[in-house]
């Protein structure tokens, strides 16, 4: 079963590539900040008519510049997620030995308690 969408009406696009069906949602794309060397929205393409319809096109020198910014900035990002990554890793590992720690001391408990009543059964007998 092949479903078939019309996208026709998607005409604008931003420059992360997203296509909106007008320039108000294609100029708050949120992909853009993710996508977009710029971190925002800096112009609106009308797909049909190859204008731009907001914003301003980049020179090729201020599009090299912003990619440098963007990788610096996304290297950074990575360093401090992988940082965060390793917290919550050493975190969780703490947790997991807690918990064993715990079942384990829970189970020396019931041993105890165990032989603990065994005694008292043992003593009852021999009154």
């Known amino acids: 079963m092949t479903i078939s969408v019309d996208t026709s009406a998607y005409i604008f696009e931003c420059c992360c590539g997203e296509r909106f069906n007008n320039v108000v949602a294609a100029s708050n794309c949120k992909k853009c900040r993710s996508y977009s060397v710029w971190g925002h929205t800096k112009y609106v393409i009308n797909t049909e008519t190859e204008a731009v319809v907001h914003g301003e096109l980049p020179t090729d020198e201020e599009y090299i510049a912003a990619e440098a910014e963007a990788i610096a900035r996304w290297e950074e990002e990575a360093r401090e997620f992988a940082e965060w990554k390793a917290e919550q890793d050493s975190e969780y590992e703490r947790y997991l030995q807690e918990q064993a720690a715990g079942e384990a001391e829970a189970a020396i ?12 059964v043992q003593e009852n007998l021999m009154k």
């Open 109 to 120: 408990l019931e041993v105890e308690a165990e032989e603990d009543e065994l005694w008292e």
